[in-house]
């Protein structure tokens, strides 16, 4: 079955600390692997993308992801986070079968604090 | 540059009422879907479709219907609204796997 797991529903951390949110999938094919944002009563930004090539992804706002395919894992990392960065962080996954649908993960809040 | 624009933004329905989300992109994209999104739940997949004429069910179908007679327009359906339909719906185009997302209609139903 084709699913994506998103491990923590928050994430609270202090400004300037590392963040790292977890993304899990579950395919038995290829698969192109996406994070996206949301702020508050705001449509979705997409922060980064993997379709091939270096599994090290770096995005906007300082972010940066690394796919492993044995571990079927796709976090999002970042050094130092700021106020600013408190939003909805969503990972998707789109299976490269015929219908190539995006699925997504129930997202995790992303909470900076002072 | 428009992209893709979701209305209305906002709507109030009774239950049992039907109504038409409407959907439009000027990307040229031939991938396009709707989504719904609920608290806790993030964005589930409604339907899609990978071209004119043709639509699939993702995974939450139930008491939506679509059609694709364009490339550019993409309209959700409700036929008799439910209270569970309450929820925010969002539009979205695909080009390489990249979505373009809609800024969502916000829809409650009474």
């Known amino acids: 079955a084709q699913s994506v797991t998103q491990l923590d529903s928050q994430v609270p951390v202090f400004e300037e600390a590392p963040v790292e949110l977890r993304c899990n999938y579950s395919s038995s094919v290829s698969v192109y692997l996406f994070w996206y944002v949301q702020y508050p009563n705001q449509g979705l930004q997409l922060l980064l993308k993997?379709?091939?090539?270096?599994?090290l992804v770096k995005g906007i706002n300082g972010f940066e992801a690394e796919f492993n395919k044995s571990q079927t894992s796709f976090h999002l990392r970042k050094p130092s986070v700021h106020i600013s960065d408190t939003a909805e962080y969503f990972c998707a996954v789109s299976f490269m079968d015929s219908s190539y649908k995006l699925i997504f993960g129930s997202g995790t809040r992303l909470l900076v604090r002072p | 540059n428009a992209g893709v624009t979701q209305t209305p933004k906002f709507q109030v329905l009774k239950t049992g009422q039907s109504m038409t989300l409407q959907c439009a992109q000027d990307m040229n994209h031939e991938y396009m879907s709707w989504y719904r999104q609920d608290p806790g739940m993030g964005l589930r997949l409604i339907h899609y479709s990978v071209g004119a004429g043709i639509t699939d069910q993702g995974e939450v179908p139930n008491g939506y219907n679509v059609s694709r007679s364009t490339t550019e327009d993409f309209p959700l359906r409700l036929l008799s609204a439910a209270p569970s339909q309450t929820s925010v719906y969002f539009c979205?185009?695909?080009?390489?796997?990249?979505?373009?997302f809609g800024d969502g209609t916000r829809l409650s139903i009474l």
């Open positions: 979205a185009s695909s080009y390489k796997g990249t979505q373009h």
């Open positions: 993997y379709l091939s090539g270096s599994t």
